[in-house]
């Protein structure tokens, strides 16, 4: 993760590399953002985590806006990828990739007690005090994830897993428009009842 | 709204009677929860809104936290109201009467330019950094909803509207995990399509 080149600016006080530095910022934004929001997550509380001064983290982000943002983009990247390891695994059928993909989910909340749920779905239910922008950031992240269930469910369809002439594209909008409710209620609850009762739901719904 | 007992206690500076004072502060944290959640929304705002002197806060609420529990209360015998407003019209089928509901819901958000969305929904993505207490409060609320619609569907069924043999009770849970996902996108997008498509899936899903 480290890149041997320097940016000019200012000295640094540890031994990390620049990138170092940013990744601890992320990483800690990650976290406290997913368990609290943009309002509740103080400055302080993101050095403290990340154990970085307060003027590293003016060196790479302007605001905690432009910080959050940043963070927001990482969780979408981190999430693309663990739905693309789902859903990309050709082994499986297609109805079984998107299986794979709930019951990992339903680990990673158990992993950290249900405290995390899902960064977007927070962040989208704060969209009114957050600074302009975010609702956009959010409604595209939300459009690419739909794609790629949209994508699986095409492929059960073509596979005649599902049956033919379902519309995949509304289908996968009406997966993700429930299984954030489901993700919310697993938070408040702390058990993934709510996030299996959704999904064999959904199961009913497309006849599997 | 005003009642002619007196309570004992610190003097009045308004000709407002005592409970016309607690409704304004309840009234005013109803829109500014709904709209913000509870970390954003600080005790002066909710004093400014309701045009009321701290004094008089304290007079009755311990606490924002007591504050807003009340609201909370106030939130679902108004949305208990609304629910049974609906689903309780003996002129319409079960079905007609939920979808009564949601036409009802869906002209709300407009009503609010999709700001508001659902005070529990809101406050449930803020249970880990809410007072203790809230989250088992939030959770009887939703139980006591789900009960409401379970009632609906099992009248659905008794009129032959639905298929006999549908469980009912998990299908209510279906639609309030989703429900609660709808009215969450359609804030963050502005527009009543996230629970117009949730809708149209549930129905699906039931078969109607």
Redesign the interface.
Known sequence: MTHPVKRRGRPRKNPQSHEDTRQLLVRAGLELLT???Y??TGLEQILKKAGVPKGSFYYYFDSKEAFAKAVLESYDDYFQHRLKTSLYQANLSPMARLTDFVERSIQGMEKHQF?R?CLV??L??????LPEGF?QQ??DI?TRWEQLVADCLEAACQDRELSDGLDCQ??A??F???????V??A????SSE?MQ??Y??FR??IQV
């Open positions: 368990e609290q929001g309002v509740s405290r749920g779905g927070n989208a239910q704060e969209v009114l005090v609702g959010l409604d939300f509304a289908l909008r009406f993700w428009i429930g299984w954030e409710g489901a919310m209620r938070r408040l609850v702390g709510p009762a959704f064999r739901g009913q719904l």
